[in-house]
């Protein structure tokens, strides 16, 4: 079975300009994370999607960052204009959301991002 | 909102021996408190995971134990191996956030030859 595929693996932009990042899922998975690492730290949740609906972006920086996940599949993270502190690792993850209890996390390799 | 602390933020053990990394959490309600392994390149990925109704939990080398009154719970790795090697992250929930996870800041364990 396939994971979590993410791509670019690597991507250098110079600031002010725009950057998108694509998460493929893994088949079936109704729920996607988007998260943001900063090197020597964990994981923190950007936004997550249950389907189509994002039903957590409380820690979306919504005058720059934009997400989507048009058909419930796969999703895309937009940054506009890109700062010099978004240079981070970019996680997707994936869960199949049973209802009632916490569910595994799925994570992709990630995209890094550098911003020159 | 939930907090979680884990330490050492580094850890060198020689092969063979054990390893164990502690996390403390902030939010009474907390029920699930999952262990992920990082290695290098690659993104987290679930090692073990305990549940708030039992106190402990073992997958051959690897255990947790949970002490719900003390709001603390550790990772345990027995007669550890080089492939150990990686940042490891706790993480417990929001409560009011289900599904939403805070992990820990991680701990770097470095396997002696």
């Known amino acids: 079975e396939a994971g979590v595929v993410q791509s670019p693996r690597y991507k250098i932009i110079e600031k002010k300009q725009p950057v998108a990042f694509w998460c493929n899922p893994i088949s079936g998975h109704n729920t996607l994370y988007w998260y943001l690492q900063n090197l020597g730290q964990g994981p923190e949740l950007l936004i997550r999607?249950?389907?189509?609906?994002?039903?957590?972006d409380s820690q979306l920086p919504k005058d720059r960052f934009s997400a989507e996940r048009l058909k419930g599949v796969d999703s895309t993270l937009k940054i506009q204009p890109a700062e010099l502190g978004d240079s981070a690792v970019y996680l997707c993850?994936?869960?199949?959301?049973?209802?009632?209890?916490?569910?595994?996390?799925?994570f992709g390799p990630g995209t890094r991002l550098t911003v020159l | 909102g939930e907090n979680v602390e884990q330490h050492p933020s580094t850890l060198s053990v020689q092969e063979g021996d054990s390893a164990v990394i502690k996390c403390t959490y902030s939010d009474s309600a907390s029920n699930y408190f999952p262990w992920y392994k990082q290695e290098l390149g690659k993104g987290p990925q679930l090692i073990i995971d305990?549940?708030?109704?039992?106190g402990e939990k073992k997958d051959q080398r690897i255990a947790v134990t949970l002490n719900k009154t003390a709001k603390h719970f550790s990772l345990h790795i027995t007669e550890t191996q080089p492939e150990d090697s990686a940042v490891y992250f706790c993480a417990a929930p929001l409560m009011n956030r289900d599904d939403k996870i805070i992990f820990g800041k991680g701990t770097r364990l470095h396997i002696l030859p």
């Open positions: 993850a994936s869960s199949f959301d049973q209802g009632n209890s916490y569910n595994e996390q799925f």
């Open positions: 999607y249950e389907n189509e609906e994002a039903v957590d």
């Open positions: 305990i549940r708030s109704n039992v």
